[in-house]
T-cell receptor, first 113, second 111 residues
């Protein structure tokens, strides 16, 4: 089975712009979660989608949003980028619940200038 | 509030020596517990997980972890470390509504 894939792998944006990141889960997985990883804050949970619905949400501002398509692929959008949004964004997929084993993609490294 | 603490930011061990990475959690009920490993520039790979049952859990790459409810701990162990084990290790907890990670422990392996 192919693993979780994320595109693009690297991205450079400037403050104020918006960005969309994509995640393709493992075939058959219906849950997709997003995480932000920074040196200062570590790994933080952004949100989880299941069957095209946001099921759980972390403590991030509304500039961070996402969606999931009928094929379980997910996108994450960050609007009005700030310097502090520079991070590694990780996507993970699982069969069902958030507490089940999650399989992580390689991440998208976003640099905001 | 749910939280995970990894007290050791950085640990250095010699190749062949034993390893123990500490993890303590704070949560009202026993959550799902995980250990993940991350190599530089990579995503996270699951080493092992605990949901219920036997408190000693075996994982991949020769790792094991023991769940101790009385101490709210889930420490990761390996009897003999290999140079390829050098990486960052994350303990995580989940209750199906949230996923919390510890700050991570960076492992350096001396030859």
């Amino acid at each position: 089975k192919a693993g979780v894939t994320q595109t693009p792998r690297y991205l450079i944006k400037t403050r104020g712009q918006q960005v969309t990141l994509s995640c393709s889960p493992i075939s058959g997985h219906r849950s997709v979660s997003w995480y932000q990883q920074t040196p200062g804050q570590g790994l933080q949970f952004l949100f989880e989608y299941f069957s095209e619905t946001q099921r759980n949400k972390g403590n991030f501002p509304g500039r961070f949003s996402g969606r999931q398509f009928s094929n379980s692929r997910s996108e994450m959008n960050v609007s009005t980028l700030e310097l502090g949004d520079s991070a590694l964004y990780l996507c993970a997929s699982s069969l069902g619940a958030l507490g089940e084993t999650q399989y992580f993609g390689p991440g998208t490294r976003l640099l905001v200038l | 509030a749910q939280s995970v603490t990894q007290p050791d930011i950085h640990i250095t061990v010699s190749e062949g020596a034993s390893l123990e990475l500490r993890c303590n959690y704070s949560y009202g009920a026993t959550p799902y517990l995980f250990w993940y490993v991350q190599s530089p520039g990579q995503g996270l790979q699951l080493l092992l997980k605990y949901f219920s049952g036997d408190t000693l859990v075996q994982g991949i790459k020769g790792f094991e972890a023991e769940f101790k409810r009385s101490q709210s701990s889930f420490n990761l162990r390996k009897p003999s470390v290999h140079w390829s084990d050098a990486a960052e290790y994350f303990c995580a907890v989940s209750n199906n509504n949230d996923m919390r990670f510890g700050a991570g422990t960076r492992l350096t392996v001396k030859p």
